[in-house]
């Protein structure tokens, strides 16, 4: 699991609650249940009015995945591919078969049997293209819904603003509780922006990161096992794969074809796909 969104929103709420602590601002004062209610109700309404029902439950269920989704690094997928293409190299392109069974991702296994059972390399490379956009279609989903809730957050929060004052110029009478009542108005439109930019946008954000990842992943995987069907040498192979990764990202996996390096990449593959899937 990579924590990278936990530890964002943690510490963007942690630098929050530390400006409340030194401003000495009341946080009872904060957690107003009317622009809460508003806040959070108005905008899941609107962005569930701007998709389908089917989409917003999705999107929802694609929080866990926000949190918990693998990354995997590039060099153990290419390292798994080089290891793929010297057992074809030797014992041929039948024995993809056998390894195909041994692996837990969809992706990977259905690429290898198609091979195995002799699948043309043009039509094998759209079938696999086809397969890695629908898979990709639910994160991206959730991720233009989550951005959009972010939007409509701030806006939102504006309205509630606004209609507290409406109730603030009703009692001009009341000097002595002027100050409270406009203060208490503003509280939705915190809420609007906090919501937006400490939870819709990173989680809208975060899933389309992850789904960039799995289209780098399935697109090393793509390009390789075509590569293994038409005979590349595996060396190379693995060269051309590093060559579509960003330098940076080919830390992590042990930069060594094998078995060890082909299992531990599989198991990892086929954990990102549940996730997917999920």
Request: charged share 20%; no cysteine; hydrophobic share 45%.
């Amino acid at each position: 699991m990579d924590p990278a969104t936990i530890i964002g929103i943690v510490l963007a709420l942690g630098a929050l609650f530390g400006m409340i602590q030194l401003e000495g601002v009341s946080i009872a004062g904060l957690l107003l249940p009317a622009p809460i209610i508003l806040v959070f109700g108005a905008t899941i309404g609107v962005g569930i009015a701007g998709t389908t029902i089917k989409d917003a439950i999705l999107s929802f269920k694609k929080i866990t995945r926000a949190f918990t989704g693998k990354v995997v690094p590039p060099q153990s997928v290419i390292d798994g591919v080089v290891s793929l293409a010297e057992k074809a190299r030797s014992e041929g392109l039948l024995s993809l078969e056998q390894e195909a069974e041994k692996l837990d991702d969809p992706f990977m296994k259905g690429a290898l049997q198609n091979i195995a059972d002799g699948t043309d390399g043009e039509e094998l490379r759209i079938l696999l293209e086809d397969e890695m956009e629908s898979r990709l279609a639910a994160d991206r989903t959730a991720s233009k819904f989550f951005m959009s809730l972010g939007g409509y957050a701030p806006t939102v929060g504006i309205v509630g603003t606004v209609v507290s004052l409406t109730h603030v110029l009703e009692n001009l009478a009341e000097p002595d509780e002027l100050g409270h009542m406009i203060a208490a108005a503003f509280v939705a439109t915190l809420w609007g922006l906090l919501t937006a930019n400490f939870l819709w946008l990173p989680l809208g954000a975060r899933l389309k990161k992850l789904a960039d990842l799995d289209e780098l992943r399935m697109t090393l995987l793509m390009e390789g096992v075509l590569a293994v069907q038409a005979g590349s040498q595996p060396r190379l192979l693995g060269e051309r794969l590093k060559a579509m990764v960003p330098t940076h990202a080919l830390e992590g996996g042990d930069g060594k074809s094998g078995k060890g390096g082909k299992a531990k990449a599989g198991a990892k593959k086929g954990s990102d796909d549940q996730g997917l899937a999920a």
